[in-house]
């Protein structure tokens, strides 16, 4: 027997059988942030998860405005490198004031922040790369609250800064161009975010409502109805965001008048003037000093190629900074919905750009896999995984062989030599 045809052989089974994923954690914070902690230049960084931007961000010390307890970014690494409005790598069509090549980032809840692009060696989970494009903040409108943006979006969504730390991560690294999440809303657990597939461990491809990506390169999915209860307060097709730094779902103010109309039906004479009217409604951002006895559940309809319905009970959490109540739902100036936190941290979500599919799958675990899937591959059919795991099962049946083959081959060794000794 050819011991070394045994060992390739089995290394052949675990290296296309098990496929091993790049995970990075999630940790909750309060009102619906997810952050993750990404490495740059040798510093780690908490950072908001956004898939809604393809730009990596972080507080620069140059930021004059932000405030003190932050981590800010500072120029003193060694892998640190400049990005001149003259350079190659400079794709933005926004200059800052020093030559440096600039960027604008402008987030659905209003939230801008404005520096220079720059290159450093950023690490994520267990990959590391070096002159990955990423944004220093000199200015933003907002406190933010923590590091910056950790941007695994689409690299063309609304404004193209160049190679994504994404595609880096899936040229240099020759992984799929699949990423998995899971945000759990239990406190003091973790989420996970992983690259190269999903977890099949817990999930088969038949666990997922799978939709296409087919908004202008953005992770959408239509809206085509939407209830208060068993009221339909819309009916036809919204373009439905999907963004992890959202903490709210954001509905267009084209749709206000319906909802309250659904609101005052519900409520009847009852109704609180600061759900039922306009005036300092809590829905565009006004607190609320005590949640209502009751709310009628909210629910989404998405898309009638593969219908899923979401349900959303849990409507007023308490506010930031004070003992009011604020609501998730808020409306806003455009004529899409952003399906924020609220939503997505129900769903096991798989976005799998090689098949160009979105996947949403009820959660049933949020752990870090082992073994990773992708959408339109045999590796997904329910044949296929029985083969897989026969194949796994078959390695360790292999390796057990061996092993008790050098043992035997041990012992005729030691016999021949110590022949004489008896």
Same mark, same amino acid.
């Given at each position: 027997? =050819?011991?070394?045809?045994?060992?390739?052989?089995?290394?052949?089974?675990?290296?296309?059988?098990?496929?091993?994923?790049?995970?990075?954690?999630?940790?909750?914070?309060?009102? =619906? #942030?997810?952050?993750?902690?990404?490495?740059?230049?040798?510093?780690?960084?908490?950072?908001?998860?956004?898939?809604?931007?393809?730009?990596?961000?972080?507080?620069?010390?140059?930021?004059?405005?932000?405030?003190?307890?932050?981590?800010?970014?500072?120029?003193?690494?060694? #892998?640190?490198?400049?990005?001149?409005?003259?350079?190659?790598?400079?794709?933005?069509?926004?200059?800052?004031? &020093?030559?440096?090549?600039?960027?604008?980032?402008?987030?659905?809840?209003?939230?801008?922040?404005?520096?220079?692009?720059?290159?450093?060696?950023?690490?994520?989970?267990?990959?590391?790369? &070096?002159?990955?494009?990423?944004?220093?903040?000199?200015?933003?409108?907002?406190?933010?609250?923590?590091?910056?943006?950790?941007?695994?979006?689409?690299?063309?969504?609304?404004?193209?800064?160049?190679?994504?730390?994404?595609?880096?991560?899936?040229?240099?690294?020759?992984?799929?161009?699949?990423?998995?999440?899971?945000?759990?809303?239990?406190?003091?657990?973790?989420?996970?975010?992983?690259?190269?597939?999903?977890?099949?461990?817990?999930?088969? *491809?038949?666990?997922?409502?799978?939709?296409?990506?087919?908004?202008?390169?953005?992770?959408? *999915?239509?809206?085509?109805?939407?209830?208060?209860? =068993?009221?339909?307060?819309?009916?036809?097709?919204?373009?439905?965001?999907?963004?992890?730094?959202?903490?709210? *779902?954001?509905?267009?103010?084209?749709?206000?008048?319906?909802?309250?109309?659904?609101?005052?039906?519900?409520?009847? /004479?009852?109704?609180?003037?600061?759900?039922? #009217?306009?005036? =300092?409604?809590?829905?565009?951002?006004?607190?609320?000093?005590?949640?209502?006895?009751?709310?009628?559940?909210?629910?989404? /309809?998405?898309?009638?190629?593969?219908?899923?319905?979401?349900?959303?009970?849990?409507?007023?959490?308490?506010?930031?900074? &004070?003992?009011?109540?604020?609501?998730?739902?808020?409306?806003?100036?455009?004529?899409?919905?952003?399906?924020?936190?609220?939503?997505?941290?129900?769903?096991?979500?798989?976005?799998?750009?090689?098949?160009?599919?979105?996947?949403?799958?009820?959660?049933?675990?949020?752990?870090?896999?082992?073994?990773?899937?992708?959408?339109?591959?045999?590796?997904?059919?329910?044949?296929? &995984?029985?083969?897989?795991?026969?194949?796994?099962?078959?390695?360790?049946?292999?390796?057990?062989?061996?092993?008790?083959?050098?043992?035997?081959?041990?012992?005729?060794?030691?016999? *021949?030599?110590?022949?004489?000794?008896?």
């Amino acid at each position: 027997m =050819n011991i070394k045809f045994i060992i390739m052989s089995v290394l052949a089974v675990f290296l296309f059988q098990i496929v091993l994923g790049n995970n990075v954690r999630i940790n909750k914070e309060p009102w =619906n #942030t997810y952050i993750t902690k990404i490495a740059i230049g040798g510093i780690n960084y908490d950072l908001q998860l956004s898939i809604g931007t393809s730009l990596t961000m972080v507080i620069s010390r140059e930021c004059a405005h932000c405030e003190e307890h932050r981590n800010p970014y500072n120029l003193d690494s060694s #892998t640190f490198g400049v990005i001149t409005v003259n350079s190659e790598q400079c794709w933005s069509t926004d200059v800052y004031e &020093s030559n440096e090549c600039g960027f604008l980032y402008e987030g659905f809840d209003e939230y801008e922040a404005k520096g220079a692009l720059s290159l450093e060696t950023i690490r994520v989970g267990m990959f590391s790369m &070096s002159e990955v494009i990423f944004g220093r903040i000199f200015h933003e409108n907002q406190k933010l609250n923590i590091d910056g943006i950790f941007g695994i979006g689409q690299h063309n969504l609304k404004r193209n800064y160049g190679p994504s730390l994404l595609d880096l991560l899936v040229a240099n690294e020759h992984i799929r161009d699949v990423f998995s999440f899971c945000m759990t809303s239990e406190k003091d657990k973790e989420g996970f975010l992983t690259f190269g597939g999903f977890d099949s461990e817990y999930y088969h *491809i038949s666990d997922f409502k799978l939709f296409p990506i087919d908004y202008n390169d953005r992770y959408s *999915i239509p809206v085509i109805s939407i209830f208060l209860n =068993n009221s339909e307060f819309w009916n036809g097709e919204i373009e439905g965001i999907l963004e992890t730094r959202i903490p709210y *779902i954001l509905l267009p103010e084209k749709l206000f008048s319906h909802f309250i109309a659904s609101l005052s039906a519900y409520y009847g /004479t009852d109704c609180d003037p600061l759900l039922c #009217t306009k005036t =300092n409604n809590t829905f565009y951002g006004n607190s609320i000093p005590s949640t209502p006895a009751k709310f009628p559940k909210l629910t989404f /309809t998405l898309s009638n190629k593969s219908t899923l319905k979401i349900d959303i009970n849990e409507i007023f959490m308490k506010c930031l900074n &004070s003992n009011d109540y604020c609501s998730i739902i808020k409306f806003f100036p455009e004529d899409y919905i952003v399906l924020g936190a609220p939503v997505l941290e129900k769903f096991y979500v798989t976005i799998d750009t090689e098949s160009r599919l979105i996947g949403l799958a009820e959660v049933s675990a949020c752990a870090q896999p082992l073994i990773l899937s992708r959408f339109s591959t045999w590796e997904d059919s329910s044949w296929a &995984s029985s083969f897989k795991l026969t194949m796994i099962l078959t390695a360790i049946g292999m390796i057990a062989v061996i092993i008790w083959y050098c043992g035997k081959s041990y012992e005729l060794e030691y016999e *021949i030599i110590h022949a004489d000794d008896e």
